[in-house]
Each structure stands twice: as C-alpha cells, then as structure tokens.
Nanobody, 127 residues
Framework: VQLQASGGGLVQAGGSLRLSCAASGRTYSDYGVGWFRQGLGKEREFVAAISASGGSTYYTESVKGRFTISRDNARSTVYLQMNSLKSEDTAVYYC?????????????????????WGQGTQVTVSS
C-alpha cells in the first residue's frame, strides 16, 4: 500500500489542523494506520494509531484529549484531527500502515511494526 500524507501547515498555538493519509494499492481496510512525528533533532515518536476496522484507537499521553484519529475506509483515508495545538507539536508528521492480520492490537506504538510509510507533512505551531 502506498501512502500520501497531507494537511500540514503553519498555525498559531491553540489552533487546529487536520492531517490526511490517503492510500492506494492494497486493501486499506486490512491495515492498521499510525501517525508518528519527528521534531528537529529528535527521534521519530508515536502519536496515534487506529485499527483496520476503526474500532480501536491509541494515543500517546501528550495528545490525549486534543488529537483524534479516524478513518474512512470507503475513501481509503485516515485522518488526524489536531486541536489546541502547542508549540511542542511542531514536527514533521508521518503516516504508516501495517497489516492487522500480522500484529492484531499489539505494539501500535512501535515504528518497527509498520511496513509502509508515507512522506512527511510539516506542522509548525507558532507561539
């Protein structure tokens, strides 16, 4: 499956953005999808993930209550709605996919379990 991330931009602190991760190729509905981010000079870190069916979602603690991950399998797209953005959310955001049949609900926060990665989209939050 090929992934295309979009929706990044420049926003003031407290503002909102919605990222999209569109897929082509294999059946997207068989894949769990995660969002990761990498700030300048930092390691790539887990942000959020959603199971293939959309029935399970996972978030890193720092974004709980502010970010919402969702998916529309008919459109082969996963979304990351980001509200109440903070300067520390500034990073390049990447989406990634992995087959749920292989991992089930395990290790959604581990980069090594993802098979396919999209290009990043820059999110910059000004304070």
């Amino acid at each position: 499956v090929q992934l295309q991330a979009s929706g990044g931009g420049l926003v003031q602190a407290g503002g909102s953005l919605r990222l999209s991760c569109a897929a082509s190729g294999r059946t997207y509905s068989d894949y769990g999808v995660g969002w990761f981010r990498q700030g300048l000079g930092k390691e790539r870190e887990f942000v959020a993930a959603i199971s293939a069916s959309g029935g399970s979602t996972y978030y890193t603690e720092s974004v709980k209550g502010r970010f919402t991950i969702s998916r529309d399998n008919a459109r082969s797209t996963v979304y990351l709605q980001m509200n109440s953005l903070k300067s520390e959310d500034t990073a390049v955001y990447y989406c990634a996919a992995r087959p749920d049949a292989t991992y089930g609900n395990r290790h959604y926060d581990q980069r090594s379990t993802y098979w396919n990665w999209g290009q990043g989209t820059q999110v910059t939050v000004s304070s």
